[in-house]
């Protein structure tokens, strides 16, 4: 199919194209952002998003029904850049729920019904990011790649270990100086990840491997989302969220703002589903930024950076980056998978918000650390950055931006063992880096703290805690 695709530059001043077989990270000719561009008048397209209804429940495991099972490749008609489909690169990814989170949204004044949380936790290394390896590990193997790497505050590497060592390429791993969760590195390592920590943060990580990767010497194939593959895959979060409302939208999708690849994925979507005549209507979008790495909601809410048909405010976003490096800024938040002051994808994004009619907001930690208890407590368990969406939806509930009886969908991007010491140090105050047991040490200030109860080992006493 590659000879209907093409990369093309998102500058609509430059709209320079490049061949699918090309491997760039950016436009030759102006260096801005690519994305991958169909010719969909000489592709067989579906005449409704029902189509792909009879692939969800798919029986046997032969080629076809691999791709199938896959929640990202039972849309491959809606990303066709493979030359065949023996290209493709799945390990089943893409089975994740869209739950209807009623006790949740009874807590935050949601009318019942309308709240939903997209759980991309179910996937197999824990987060989103194998909806974008999926598609990414399928151009390295077109292109005979054979060394995969990427910059990482966590989920990224652990996805991208995981797909290497399962399909023979060799993975290598930036992070920054202790700016990566236990539990995400633990995987990275687990499955064979050369892991390179570099004394900077992910901008720094990011900065270097996108050096090395330019030098087609180094042989080095780039797996951050700046890679454009990466995003037609996470284009499938939508399809399975629309797939599970009846291919109807809802009123808004609220997702967290890190490296903003996914809110730059879903724009893509809704556009060419639009453009395909396969909805109607198109969601608004709310990003969600940490407050401690807040670039998009400062470009945005406060100083009015807008998409402006691809002559965005360049002025303004450079003036910011340099004050950031004369300050010597560096993000800091509790929710590490969006702990990035320079997103590589802010063209994009700004795109999608465009498009999407979005807005854009900051949280707090405090905010994400309550946000995350309440998800946990009535919904699934999730990690930090994840917990922001939800945090996000009561600020613009707050601000009468969204109404309780809209439709809403919170896009929670990775699994609660992603994080787990944010989670024992929100229940018990205790930080398991530093500590080998639960004996308290200080009060946890959570509304919903649920700390372990010390009882001595005799049965009225532990009979007593039991029907207190």
């Known amino acids: ?33 690519l ?11 579906p005449r409704s998003l029902a189509f792909f209804e009879h692939r969800w429940m798919t029986k046997g495991m032969n080629a076809s029904g691999a791709l199938d099972f896959s929640g990202v490749w039972r849309f491959r008609e ?25 006790l949740l949204a009874k807590q935050i004044g949601m009318k019942q019904g309308n709240l939903a949380l997209q759980y991309e936790g179910l996937n197999p290394s824990g987060s989103f990011k194998d909806n974008g390896m999926t598609a990414a590990f399928t151009h390295a193997r077109m292109v005979g790649a054979t060394k995969v790497a990427c910059a990482s505050t966590g989920n990224t590497s652990a996805s991208l270990a995981m797909y290497a060592s399962l399909t023979g390429f060799k993975g290598l791993v930036f992070i920054g100086s202790g700016k990566i969760s236990i539990g995400k590195l633990s995987q990275a390592l687990d499955y064979g990840g050369l892991t390179l920590q570099i004394q900077g943060d992910f901008d720094d990580c990011l900065r270097r491997i996108r050096q090395i990767a330019a030098d087609p010497k180094n042989g080095i194939y780039l797996m951050n989302s700046v890679n454009p593959f990466r995003l037609e895959g996470q284009k499938s979060i939508m399809l399975r969220v629309l797939e599970a409302r ?26 060419e589903m639009k453009e395909l005549g396969l909805i109607k209507r198109i969601p608004r979008l709310a990003i969600i930024n940490a407050s401690g790495a807040n670039t998009l909601n400062e470009l945005v809410s406060c100083r009015g950076v807008k998409w402006n048909g691809g002559n965005f405010d360049q002025k303004t976003i450079g003036g910011l980056y340099a004050a950031m490096d004369e300050s010597g800024y560096k993000p800091h938040t509790i929710a590490s998978a969006i702990e990035i002051s320079r997103p590589v994808n802010l063209p994009k994004a700004l795109r999608a918000l465009d498009v999407m009619n979005g807005v854009v907001r900051e949280v707090t930690d405090e905010e994400i650390l309550e946000a995350r208890a309440k998800v946990a407590r009535w919904g699934f368990g999730c990690e930090p950055a994840s917990a922001a969406t939800v945090a996000g939806l009561q600020k613009l509930m707050a601000e009468q931006i969204i109404s309780p009886s809209e439709s809403v969908v919170c896009i ?19 930080d398991m880096k530093a500590a080998q047991d639960l004996a308290p040490r200080e009060v ?20 007593k805690a039991i029907n207190a």
């Open 246 to 271: 009846g291919w109807e939208a809802p009123d808004w999708i609220v997702v967290p703002g890190g490296n903003l690849g996914n809110c730059s994925a879903f724009g893509k979507a809704f556009m």
């Open 412 to 430: 929670l991007t990775g699994h609660e063992l992603k994080d787990p010491n944010a989670t024992v140090k929100y229940h018990t105050g205790i």
């Open 78 to 102: 809606l990303m066709p850049f493979f030359r065949s489909e023996a290209d493709i690169v799945t390990i089943g990814e893409g089975r994740t729920l869209l739950q209807t989170a009623d």
């Open 35 to 45: 994305d991958i561009s169909y010719d969909w008048n000489r592709l067989p397209v």
């Open 1 to 33: 199919m590659s000879e209907t695709a093409f990369q093309k530059c998102t500058n609509p001043a430059c709209g320079a194209t490049f061949g699918i077989d090309e491997v760039l990270t950016g436009c030759t000719k102006c260096r801005s952002l």
């Open 444 to 463: 946890p200030h959570g509304t919903l703290s649920n700390p372990p109860i010390q009882v001595a080992d005799d049965l009225d006493a532990i009979l």
